[in-house]
């Protein structure tokens, strides 16, 4: 446990959990060996990290195994989510939608439609890739490792929380389920950018929570709490970036205030298990070093 942090145990309890739940339904999973094999070998890296610890760069074990890690297994979801959950609740999120707003938001928007908004809300969506990172880098470059670490936790557990909602509450999205009649039509950027994640992303029934809103939130709570002047870049980007959600059709607004909520979980349960694991990890150390003082 002394070398063990709670980030490692955190990616192999969850891919240990991916692993079970892929068995449990692998006569459903049309490519059950594929999927397997992905959960197994990430494992198998991550334990091999933790025996590894310090003959491997501190880049990979912080920036570089947790980034495949997310990247992996949230493309994984693809291959898993429908055939663990083939009903898709996007017709409750589309009413919850309709009672809020006494209409559909995506239609809603359709009056304001314009090339050059949707060129900018199209490329502020996509800055959700490049926030988590722009934190961590300052961090890094900051000397401020113990801030890092429990940073690098909260991101990875709102990941994982938001792909556990993926699993119990598949959804497709607006862009998907309500037929729009104005196409969302930019300048030089937005399609070429929108080709692009169709084929990164694909379908992958991540509609709820917003993951996008979660873990941008939470960057931007950690960032005025670690990195003030980084905040203050990050606000517009992340207010810019909770729009383009709904404007670009990739979300329901309950999403959004779903994804809201998730913040506010990872920040509470994920704080505390932070502070109680460092807690428990700064007693067994103390216990040793008694131990071989005497």
Known sequence: MKRLRLVELLILIF??????ISTLYRKK????????????CLIAFQVLL???????????????????????????????????????????????DYLLFGGHPTLMLESITHPLLTELLQVSYSTYYFIPLSLGIALKI????????????????????????????PALGPRFTIKHEVPLSGLF????????????????RDAFPSGHTAVALLVVFLSRRYVRGLFYVLMPITALLLFSTVYMRYHYVVDVIAGVGLTVVTVVIGERYYDLYMRMRKNITGLDSRHLSS
């Open 15 to 20: 891919l240990l959990a991916l692993l079970c």
């Open 29 to 40: 999973i049309p490519d059950i060996s594929l999927l397997l094999s992905i959960y197994l």
């Open 50 to 96: 933790i025996l590894l610890k310090d003959k491997v760069p501190n880049l990979v074990h912080d920036i570089i195994f947790p980034l495949i890690v997310v990247i992996t297994v949230f493309d994984s979801l693809g291959g898993l989510v429908h055939y663990v959950n083939p009903v898709d609740i996007d017709p409750i999120l589309i009413r919850l």
């Open 142 to 169: 900051k000397g401020m490792e113990d801030e890092f670490q429990r940073f690098l936790f909260l991101i990875i557990f709102c990941f994982f929380l938001s792909y556990v909602g993926y699993i119990l509450m």
């Open 189 to 204: 950027l937005a399609t070429p950018i929108q080709e692009l994640l169709n084929r990164l992303e694909g379908i992958k």
